[in-house]
């Protein structure tokens, strides 16, 4: 990085430092104004990069003008204009084309086929202080100082001196930064937006140059813009845009560990969980996914046997004696096993639903409060005297998906999502005494009832436990992921996820997958009698049938598509991903 030196203080009035700084002038031809192919390639050959970068843009073939910007992004490699080759590789526009341009820049070795070193500042610095009035720098008490000024110039693609901005991970530059930031305007990414726009094509582009500089998305790419819910889908073949839009702000590490808005608590959409639909939407034959947590077939039988034989020895009514009584239960029962099929188990969009699914038991369980309106299976059995207690049976309740529809454009420009996104469904199953489980494809009116409420009140759940909000996001993006699918919107612009859609290319971060989960059982005593319930379930995720031809409504007016056209920002920067 080229830097320069900034001192302040008294220097020594016969002594002068001076710097030289040469110019120099380019005279282009006028008879090469609009060069062909073969005259920019002598441009190229010649280091010649602004000339040929401006000749580029006479060429109408779109293929042929990627394919010479290629050609300047590797040249300028080779010279060890890194920063100049990225960014000219930015500016193709077929993303294979740029893809392929990269790779090749990848192989060029850091710093091109030679240049000059990094400039020995040290040892300039130690030069002056101990020559140029030594007592008076800051390292002695003195009132100068001198440093390397962390900025310098470089010369753009396009020929043009700008000052080089440097990266500072610094904690007091990056609050600076913060302080910095607009309060308003659409450049603040923190500020809140009743409708942020990003269009995962610029988005991948941007990812894209960044990987290639050896640099990891930044925060604001990671969390999409503080996205937090998807609402529209918008396709904008012309310009190659393929738009995700819904609410947005800023954002903060909440309670649970999750990101959550700053301003509602609720947890916001995340470019990884992104990715991995994209990818498992593109590949899957049914585009189905799911999660199950089943209790296993010999602690069932241990549970029914032992429940049998500790019926004739009361709970202990102490605390101490109900705590010990229900740790063998528990112990009786077990570990449930944990199965995610269709999702690699690793990811995060596969622990979501695991966590969401379990904890969603304890509510059922009366193991982790609910909200108003929703009590939990125990509390809400009523015995009348002499009314025998219900049999132990596997409550299941799974999760599943909950829209209204999918409402189209005429043209199927412009998509929109409604609906609450989750809802729960229940099943009561019969137990043998060998611990099978027989499924009755019937739900009794209490397990019906919690199945019910927890819909119902999703939303305060979401509200209290953002688990379940980003249970939703991960439903969110799923269905969007399948119209992206069913409606080939990927193919409308022109996009081929050679970034995102690589594995090899970018990596999404990976944990360790869930396999056992201590068993959700829980008991109540009511009327002397001892009620014991055990919990089985988990998620299905089914978009498919909601993006069908058949399944998507169109809107009959022109709302939809006057909303897509009011969301189009002209004059975008190459580099802008997101706007509102």
Request: aromatic residues 6%; contains cysteine; hydrophobic residues 40%.
């Amino acid at each position: 990085m080229s830097k320069r030196l900034a001192c302040r203080g008294r220097l020594a009035p016969a002594m002068l430092v001076g710097f030289l700084v040469a110019a120099c002038v380019l005279v282009v031809p006028a008879e090469a104004q609009n060069p062909g192919p073969a005259a920019i390639r002598a441009q190229i050959a010649a280091g010649e990069f602004a000339p040929a970068l401006a000749a580029v843009q006479g060429i109408a073939n779109p293929q042929a003008r990627d394919g010479l910007l290629g050609e300047i992004a590797q040249a300028q490699a080779q010279a060890g204009l890194q920063d100049q080759s990225l960014h000219t590789a930015g500016t193709i526009g077929d993303d294979r084309s740029r893809a392929q341009a990269l790779q090749q820049i990848a192989a060029v070795p850091v710093g091109g086929q030679g240049g000059a070193g990094q400039a020995d500042f040290d040892s300039l610095i130690d030069l002056i202080t101990s020559t140029v009035q030594p007592t008076t720098w800051d390292d002695v008490g003195g009132p100068g100082s001198i440093a390397p000024f962390p900025t310098g110039v470089y010369v753009d693609p396009q020929g043009i001196l700008r000052a080089r901005q440097s990266e500072e991970s610094d904690s007091a530059l990056a609050s600076l930064h913060d302080a910095s930031a607009p309060k308003g305007g659409q450049e603040n990414v923190r500020q809140a937006s009743p409708l942020r726009m990003i269009s995962l094509t610029r988005l991948e582009k941007e990812i894209q140059l960044r990987l290639a500089a050896g640099r990891k998305p930044t925060d604001e790419m990671l969390v999409l813009a503080g996205l937090q819910r998807i609402q529209y889908v918008f396709v904008y073949p012309q310009s190659g845009d393929l738009v995700i839009a819904g609410p947005a702000g800023n954002w903060k590490t909440g309670d649970e560990n999750l990101i959550v808005s700053s301003d509602t608590g609720r947890p916001v959409v995340r470019l990884d969980d992104l990715v991995v639909l994209l990818r498992y939407m593109g590949s899957s034959r049914d585009m189905t996914f799911r999660c199950l947590i089943t209790p296993r077939k010999e602690g069932l039988a241990r549970v029914k046997a032992w429940q049998e034989n500790s019926a004739k020895h009361p709970i202990q009514g102490t605390p101490a004696g109900r705590k010990a009584w229900l740790e063998q239960l528990r112990a009786q029962l077990g570990l449930q096993d944990i199965e995610v099929s269709g999702l690699d188990p690793r990811t995060r969009a596969a622990r979501v639903i695991v966590e969401a699914d379990y904890r969603m038991k304890l509510v059922a369980m009366g193991l982790e409060s609910g909200v108003p309106g929703v009590q939990s299976y125990l509390a809400s059995i009523k015995l009348r005297p002499g009314e025998q207690a219900p049999a132990m049976s596997v409550l299941r309740w799974w999760f599943v998906l909950n829209y209204d529809a999918v409402r189209a454009s005429r043209d199927h420009t412009a998509f929109e999502i409604r609906g609450q996104g989750v809802k729960v469904e229940s099943e009561n199953e019969r137990l043998t005494a060998e611990g099978g489980r027989i499924h009755t494809g019937q739900s009794d009116e209490l397990t019906s009832k919690f199945a019910r409420s927890f819909t119902e009140n999703f939303q305060a759940l979401c509200d209290k436990y953002p688990i379940y909000g980003e249970l939703r996001n991960v439903c969110d993006v799923a269905l969007v992921a399948s119209l992206v699918r069913e409606e080939d919107l990927a193919g409308k612009v022109g996009w081929h996820m050679t970034c995102v859609g690589n594995p090899a290319a970018y990596r999404v971060e990976l944990g360790p997958a869930p396999k056992t989960v201590q068993s959700v059982a829980n008991y109540r005593v009511v009327n002397q009698k001892t009620i014991i319930a055990g919990v089985s379930g988990g998620v299905r995720v089914d978009p498919h049938r909601l993006v069908t031809q058949q399944a998507v409504q169109v809107d009959g007016g022109q709302r939809l598509s006057g909303q897509r056209s009011a969301v189009v920002r002209p004059g975008l920067a190459n580099d802008a991903w997101w706007w509102d």
